[in-house]
């Protein structure tokens, strides 16, 4: 971002100020009052529409707030068909706040095509899936998904927060909105909290721009500045987190005491499952020193995640079961961290 003073600043800097001075009543310079624009959001938004090769970017204080501004552009009676294999704040949002606004939804399994052209429904009005699912990664094609809702005037949306723009860029393949927990590898560092939904469309974009200030869930300057840092060294990151992940996943399929490894081939992101019940399990997690039990992704250090234990779920336990989220089942981000740390430390969790 262009420093307004012309200091030659490399670092943008950081713009603080709630309010700026007007010309003229109703007449000001670009900026009015910070919820509604501010000079170091702006340059982030511009800096994650180049990202995802997208025209628009609007910014908010969690990727759950960038996902409920969507969800409030429906009205009463609109219907959004949604991946069973989802991030569970989104079944959070779905279920227990916009149903109570009559807003339906249908979960379907995204990776059969069949199943869910036949689930469109006439007041169907948006498509909601990760094309790198959470917890179970798995791959979803986003073309095959925006050319069945060519047929109609549904709306695509594809969270990207997994793949991040490195490996995809699902605006080039056709959906109509990105969203991003800026949370997770974009902020890359532990210390950020934010969301972000990208797009093309100018009506579209003016309408969440619409909601995004009215709602007011923005983030602040410094966060703001804080990512926009990160994304100076995100193809580095990703690239090491990829890197390690690979090692990772051979090493934990080599291991007798791992029933089963996911991993997409891109992203920091490996999930597997213990042999053994959640009991076992948890004492592997127990055992563990370098890497630490936490929730959240995508950060330098190699962190493990037991959803079952650690998730608010919505679906019973037999649901689960049935979608393959165990209670064995272990999501590990890797870090960027030397690998053979990563590999030592579950390698005596294990023995």
């Not at 969440?208 to 060294?233: E, M, W, Y």
């Not at 079952?308 to 649901?319: D, I, P």
């Amino acid at each position: 971002m262009k420093s307004d003073n012309n200091f030659g600043d490399i670092a943008p800097p950081i713009h603080l100020s709630t309010i700026f001075t007007q010309k003229s009543p109703g007449e000001h310079l670009g900026f009015e009052y910070s919820r509604i624009g501010n000079p170091t959001r702006e340059g982030l938004e511009k800096e994650l529409a180049k990202l995802e090769k997208g025209k628009f970017a609007l910014t908010f204080s969690s990727g759950t707030a960038a996902a409920a501004t969507v969800l409030a552009s429906l009205s009463a009676g609109d219907h959004i068909l949604c991946s069973q294999d989802v991030y569970e704040g989104t079944f959070r949002l779905l279920q227990k706040v916009f149903k109570k606004f009559d807003v339906s939804f249908s979960f379907v399994d995204f990776s059969k095509v069949d199943s869910l052209e036949k689930s469109i429904k006439p007041n169907t009005k948006l498509i909601w899936f990760e094309n790198l699912t959470n917890p179970l990664l798995k791959v979803i094609d986003t073309q095959k998904i925006v050319r069945i809702t060519k047929k109609s005037s549904v709306l695509v949306l594809v969270d990207n927060t997994f793949a991040t723009p490195i490996f995809r860029n699902p605006l080039l393949e056709g959906a109509d909105i990105v969203l991003h927990s800026l949370t997770k590898f974009i902020g890359g560092h532990h210390d950020i909290t934010a969301g972000a939904l990208i797009g093309n469309n100018q009506q579209l974009f003016e309408n969440l721009n619409f909601l995004q200030h009215t709602i007011g869930a923005t983030p602040s300057p410094f966060d703001c500045f804080l990512v926009l840092r990160s994304i100076k060294s995100l193809s580095v990151r990703m690239s090491q987190h990829t890197k390690n992940a690979k090692v990772v996943t051979r090493f934990l399929k080599s291991c007798d005491k791992i029933e089963k490894v996911n991993f997409p081939g891109f992203s920091g992101m490996v999930s597997f499952w213990v042999k053994g019940d959640q009991n076992e399990t948890v004492q592997f997690l127990e055992k563990l020193k370098h890497i630490k039990i936490t929730q959240s992704l995508g950060g330098p250090d190699t962190i493990v995640q037991h959803p079952r234990a650690m998730m608010t779920f919505s679906l019973s336990n037999r649901e689960l079961d049935r979608l393959g989220i165990t209670t064995n089942l272990v999501r590990m981000s890797v870090g960027i961290e030397n690998v053979s740390i990563i590999i030592e430390d579950i390698q005596k969790a294990l023995n």
